[in-house]
């Protein structure tokens, strides 16, 4: 599909490039709608787009953990099945942050190695910055009913300058409104195995989150990332406060009508 002849759409600034998906372990395991979201997104800007099989974890939970070896290796994989795409496109900004931002410093003693990430480097990037700075897409074709607010993920926005970019989409989204919280910029509390390190931590921040997110009155939360989404939806549905939660792929795709993420199906 190619919305370039929509007038909420610019046209593509490369003709018909060829990206590799990185789908995400949470993405795959938890809410696939996101990825299918992702392709919709991709392919309406212009994008021939396909999901290497050979994919796997990015691995940020070990390189977290400090298992830099095993971390290595599954960077090495990640490299050789993004080979010869013209861009690698994940909807998530910690993973992409991973691969862009992290994966040349675990291969500084490995010339041949530094030099191929550092290549996928270049090629990387989060989904919505992708669209918006690569692809030039100016808006899209979904319509969402009611208030949203909108979280800002750490690695998302301090890694790859992830701040306008899924506003400025979900500006051109029919009878969608957005009301900012005050702290859409501090952290929920996940941070990978933070939140299980540090359990009572990262409960205070997170409670916090949700007040933030009452404060704002809106029915919907939004977010880039699933697991910060995955670690809010918990602590709302705990505190039985009554938000339906959604990567923001899904409704710019305009494929939220299924249960938002932790409601049960049907």
Request: aromatic residues 6%.
């Amino acid at each position: 599909m190619n919305s370039g002849n929509d007038d909420k759409s610019s046209s593509t600034s490369v003709p018909s490039p060829r990206v590799g998906l990185f789908v995400t372990c949470l993405i795959d395991l938890y809410r696939p709608n996101v990825g299918f979201a992702a392709v919709k997104l991709l392919e309406d800007a212009g994008c021939t787009v396909e999901v290497p099989r050979a994919q796997t974890c990015c691995g940020q939970p070990a390189m977290n953990n400090g298992d830099y070896a095993t971390a290595r290796d599954i960077a090495k994989q990640v490299v050789v099945a993004f080979e010869g795409y013209d861009y690698v496109v994940g909807a998530s900004g910690s993973c992409m942050g991973t691969i862009k931002a992290h994966y040349p410093d675990l291969f500084k003693e490995d010339p041949e190695w530094l030099v191929r990430t550092k290549e996928l480097s270049v090629r990387s990037y989060e989904l919505l910055s992708f669209l918006t700075d690569v692809m030039g897409v100016e808006g899209v074709q979904a319509s969402y009913q009611g208030t949203v607010t909108y979280h800002d993920s750490c690695s998302g926005l301090r890694e790859l300058s992830i701040k306008q970019q899924p506003r400025k989409l979900l500006g051109s989204v029919d009878g969608l409104a957005i009301e900012e919280m005050d702290n859409s910029e501090t952290c929920c509390g996940f941070g990978g195995t933070f939140c299980v390190k540090y359990p009572e931590i990262s409960t205070r921040l997170v409670s916090d989150k949700v007040e933030g997110i009452e404060k704002t009155q809106a029915t919907t939360l939004l977010g880039g990332d699933m697991g910060c989404l995955l670690n809010m939806s918990g602590r709302l549905k705990r505190l039985n406060k009554n938000l339906r939660v959604y990567h923001v792929a899904e409704v710019l795709a305009d494929m939220a009508a299924l249960p938002g993420i932790g409601d049960p199906e049907g």
